[in-house]
């Protein structure tokens, strides 16, 4: 439900949430597969976390440092896991690509990130492009969603696999339209 009390980015945010939801319910496998690629469910797998997201680093001592562009340290209080070669995808809700904890819009330091890219292949050999990702991207958007995490959030749907997008799916084939999935 949405809080009528709060703004656009609050609104945007309970929404994101609902798109996350949907991709755990595995209701459209389809949907599933590649939203937890993009939105970053996959961190157990892509770097052997025991999680699956950033989600679980939650309160005191729970945080992601970047020492660099390439490099992911993730703290959950006593231990730590160093990720090299680490690129962030698409992120989620919670955190855009060179999020140090939940919620965090204002990282100025740059993080690779393939999130303009994702699955089309633009970059040598055919894979995608990693950039150097900052928080700039989303000032555009600080007026038009000011609250929660609604300027991240925009930017993030933006780069959601939408009507002919260029994302190609395992088979090639251009992905499928998300948008579709969410509100037919």
Not at 21 to 37: D, L, Q, V
Not at 68 to 86: P, Q
Not at 137 to 156: S, T
Request: aromatic residues 16%.
């Amino acid at each position: 439900m949405l809080n009528y009390e709060r703004g656009v980015g609050c609104g945007m945010e309970n929404l994101g949430h609902c798109l996350e939801g949907m991709a755990h319910s595995r209701c459209i496998p389809y949907y599933t597969k590649y939203f937890y690629e993009y939105a970053m469910f996959d961190l157990d797998k892509r770097f052997n976390l025991p999680f699956n997201s950033f989600y679980p680093l939650w309160g005191e001592g729970k945080r992601i440092e970047y020492p660099n562009e390439r490099t992911a340290v993730v703290i959950d209080g006593n231990k730590r896991w160093t990720l090299n070669d680490y690129y962030a995808t698409g992120g989620n809700v919670h955190f855009p690509p060179n999020g140090r904890t939940h919620y965090d819009q204002d990282n100025t330091a740059p993080v690779l990130s393939t999130i303009e890219d994702w699955r089309i292949g633009s970059g040598a050999g055919g894979r995608d492009l990693k950039k150097a990702w900052t928080n700039a991207v989303l000032e555009p958007f600080r007026e038009l969603a000011p609250d929660c995490m609604g300027r991240w959030l925009v930017y993030w749907r933006q780069n959601m696999p939408g009507y002919q997008n260029k994302s190609r799916d395992d088979s090639g084939k251009p992905i499928k339209n998300w948008w579709v999935f969410l509100f037919y």
